[in-house]
């Protein structure tokens, strides 16, 4: 775990609310001088806090999309077999995140496709990957009532939650 103060919180809330402000920006809304605040910002980008910056697609506004959550189960539990599942679904562009998860099980992927006919190809072609798949059941988003970009960073850290 990384140990964090008040500074560094307040670079990491306002960096994940404006990733593309100056150094100079940045300092001013966080209370530093320019200089420490970019060796603090470079600092937690060289231990690995922050992992990159990019921009908010609005996918609306670039054609017709499906997003789809799909629940597989594999077939066998043997690490090999863990990552070689993950190593090929690590290939399919469509599959934009995958979480190995305890429960009913083993992995939810969130899938963003042009269509339900390319996301029902796409799992087709897991499926002829022979990567273990035994079962998966997929949920199509009819719409999102609710999207946060920022962690909440302060209740993480503190762990005490927002409402208390």
């Known amino acids: 775990m990384v140990k964090l103060d008040r500074f560094d919180l307040k670079i990491l809330v306002h960096l994940q609310r404006q990733g593309r402000c100056s150094n100079v920006e940045l300092a001013e809304a966080v209370g530093l001088s320019p200089s420490p605040c970019l060796l603090r910002t470079k600092r937690l980008q060289d231990i690995g806090v922050i992992r990159g910056y990019g921009a908010d697609i609005v996918l609306e506004t670039l054609g017709s999309h499906v997003v789809v959550f799909s629940?597989?189960?594999?077939?066998?539990?043997?690490?090999?077999?863990?990552?070689?599942?993950?190593?090929?679904?690590?290939?399919?562009?469509?599959i934009v995140e995958c979480y190995n998860v305890s429960g009913g099980y083993d992995y939810l992927?969130?899938?963003?496709?042009?269509?339900?006919a390319s996301f029902q190809a796409l799992m087709e072609q897991l499926l002829d990957e022979q990567i273990g798949i035994l079962k998966f059941s997929s949920r199509i988003v009819l719409r999102q009532p609710l999207l946060r970009r920022n962690y909440p960073l302060s209740t993480i850290i503190s762990g005490k939650r927002s409402w208390e």
Not at 81 to 88: A, G, H, L, M, T
Not at 109 to 116: G, R
């Open 109 to 116: 992927l969130k899938i963003v496709a042009p269509s339900v």
């Open 71 to 94: 629940e597989v189960t594999i077939g066998s539990h043997h690490p090999a077999d863990f990552r070689k599942f993950e190593d090929v679904v690590g290939k399919y562009e469509e």
